[in-house]
């Protein structure tokens, strides 16, 4: 069975899972799973990780995201977004100030509290706030919080729409953030087009289309290692630590090493364990070895 890490470029109008679904076909292989969902209208990095490397999802998942936004003033929709029912508009011929809207985005740099959107997957008494949105029901929600770290205006494109670049935290909803935006600016907003440009630390210009996944197949897997590339490595010195650390054992490590986490190998090459080091002893926090 394949097992590594593929980076798709996710088109529009897909959902995250119809992905995985379509790469179970390709791939021949039932254990599929991604990092970090992407609604259909939204396109871009999509980490998707096949057999053993299902077991770094979590790790992907909690990253910051990097995305290019287009922001529509003056329009205000129940799912936040240009694909949901409309609540107000503003009058045909509105135009509005890229000087007006440069100046309130650092209001939403750094640690924000968000209020999911009803139109999303969090769930509340076992049911999705999509399900009670689409049955007509609005649920009381408490707002979280996320890390806006960078908010840049790349450009104007017409009177009403706005391209906007946003680096920040897991968790984080740009159709929420564009909404607030227009909120903050009095005349309301929503998010008209999204693309993910970086995610697990993976970029577009590492990233697929399904047609090359198809053309290609498991040529395009990335080994599993390369989500964690920020940390150094350590190679197992003999055998019989590979067998305790194959075991699960805390491995007393000689050599002086500074103190952190580390990608652990044996001898033979075989990516083995994302491992914690302190005082001299080496605790696995996830292996990646055959089950």
Known sequence: ???????IDKPAGWTSMDVCARLR???????????????????????VFVGQATRAVSFAESGEKEYVAGLRL???????????????????????????????????????????PMY?????????????????ESIERSTRSVTVHELELLEQVSPTDFILRVHCSKGTYVRT??????????????????????AAGFTLAESHT???????????????????????????????????????????????LAEGIYRVYGADGAFLCLSRLESGVMTSIKNFFGA
């Open 177 to 198: 953030l564009c909404h607030d935006i227009g909120a903050e600016l009095g005349c309301g907003g929503c998010m008209y087009s999204l693309r993910r440009t970086r």
């Open 25 to 47: 076909g390709i791939l021949q292989t039932k254990k599929v799973g991604h990092a970090g969902t992407l609604d259909p209208m939204a396109t871009g990095v999509l980490p």
């Open 74 to 116: 003056g329009l205000v929709t129940d799912t936040q977004d240009t694909q949901g029912r409309v609540l107000r508009q503003a009058p045909q011929g509105a135009a509005f100030s890229a000087r007006k809207l440069q100046a309130v985005l650092p209001k939403f740099i750094g640690e924000l509290r968000q209020l999911p």
């Open 210 to 256: 399904l047609e090359e996944v198809q053309e290609q197949g498991e040529a395009l897997l990335r080994p599993v290692d390369s989500l964690f590339a920020q940390y150094p490595a350590y190679t197992l010195p003999h055998p019989r630590m590979e067998f305790l650390c194959r075991c699960g054992n805390p491995l007393r490590i000689r050599e002086p």
């Open 120 to 136: 999303s997957a969090v769930k509340i008494g076992g049911r999705k706030l999509y399900e009670y949105a689409r049955s007509g």
């Open 1 to 7: 069975m394949a097992d590594g890490i593929i980076i």
